[in-house]
C-alpha cells in the first residue's frame, strides 16, 4: 500500500467521514464488539447509571449496554460529525425514549457538569488523545465519587505491525498507560489483558492482545 493509502485509512480510524467513514464505522464496530462487551461488563453497571461514552463510532454496541440493567441514561460523546449522526439513526428508539444522547465534542472538553456520571468508558481511543493527562483529568472530574472508568486499547506490540499506524497514532502498552494513570488523582483497581482472534484488513484471522485498565475516582 501507498503512504497515502496508509495515511487515509490512519485519518478514518480516527474520524470516520464521507462514504468510506460509514463502512469504517461498520468494520469498527465488527472489530471491536469484543472489546467493547468486555469494557462494558467490567463497569459493574447497576440499575439507573448514568453511562458515558468517549469515542462510540456507530453505536452498534449500545443495545447490548441497556440489556445489562435497567434504567439506564447513556451519553455518548465523538468528535466525528458522521459518527454522530450514525449513532443517532441506529439508536433512534433510545433517542425518541430519552435513554441515549450523543454529542459532538472536541476531544479535549468534556460538555458536562462535574461528578455528573456513574460510570464512563472508551474503546480505541486513546491512541487518538491530544492531550493525554488532561482528558483523564476531564473524565476524572465529570466521575462521581468512587466512579468506575474503563480503558481499553489493543497493545502496543500488535498495533505497531499494523502499517496505518505509523500515521496519527499513539501507541500503548499496558505500562505506558499506568504510567499516564499515576500523573493523575486516579486508583488503578483492575488490570486484564486478553488475547483475541480478529480479522485483519486482508481477511486473515490474527492475534490481539488488548488490555482493560478499571479505574476509580
Not at 497493545?155 to 505497531?160: A, H, L, N, Y
Amino acid at each position: 500500500m501507498k503512504q497515502e493509502e496508509l495515511q487515509a485509512i490512519a485519518s478514518q480510524l480516527k474520524n470516520p467521514s464521507g462514504e468510506k467513514g460509514i463502512e469504517m464505522g461498520n468494520m469498527m464496530n465488527e472489530t471491536n464488539i469484543n472489546m467493547t462487551k468486555h469494557s462494558i461488563q467490567n463497569l459493574n453497571i447497576s440499575n439507573e447509571n448514568r453511562i458515558l461514552e468517549l469515542g462510540h463510532g456507530n453505536a452498534g454496541h449500545v443495545e447490548f449496554l441497556f440489556e445489562q440493567v435497567e434504567k439506564l441514561k447513556y451519553y455518548g460523546l465523538e468528535m466525528s460529525e458522521l459518527m454522530f449522526q450514525e449513532a443517532r439513526q441506529i439508536n433512534r428508539n433510545f433517542v425518541s425514549q430519552k435513554q441515549a444522547f450523543f454529542s459532538l465534542y472536541d476531544g479535549n472538553t468534556i460538555p458536562f457538569e462535574d461528578e455528573l456520571f456513574d460510570k464512563i468508558f472508551t474503546v480505541n481511543t486513546i491512541y487518538f488523545w491530544q492531550k493525554p493527562e488532561e482528558l483523564l483529568l476531564e473524565i476524572y472530574r465529570v466521575l462521581k465519587p468512587n466512579g468506575n472508568f474503563c480503558l481499553t486499547f489493543a497493545e502496543e506490540d500488535f498495533m505497531k505491525k499494523l502499517p496505518f499506524t505509523q500515521f496519527e497514532f499513539e501507541l500503548y502498552s499496558t505500562e505506558k498507560a499506568q504510567e499516564l494513570i499515576k500523573k493523575t488523582p486516579f486508583k488503578i483497581v483492575y488490570t486484564e489483558t486478553q488475547t483475541e482472534k480478529v480479522k485483519s484488513k486482508t481477511g486473515e484471522l490474527v492475534d490481539r492482545a488488548f488490555t482493560t485498565i478499571v479505574l476509580e475516582k
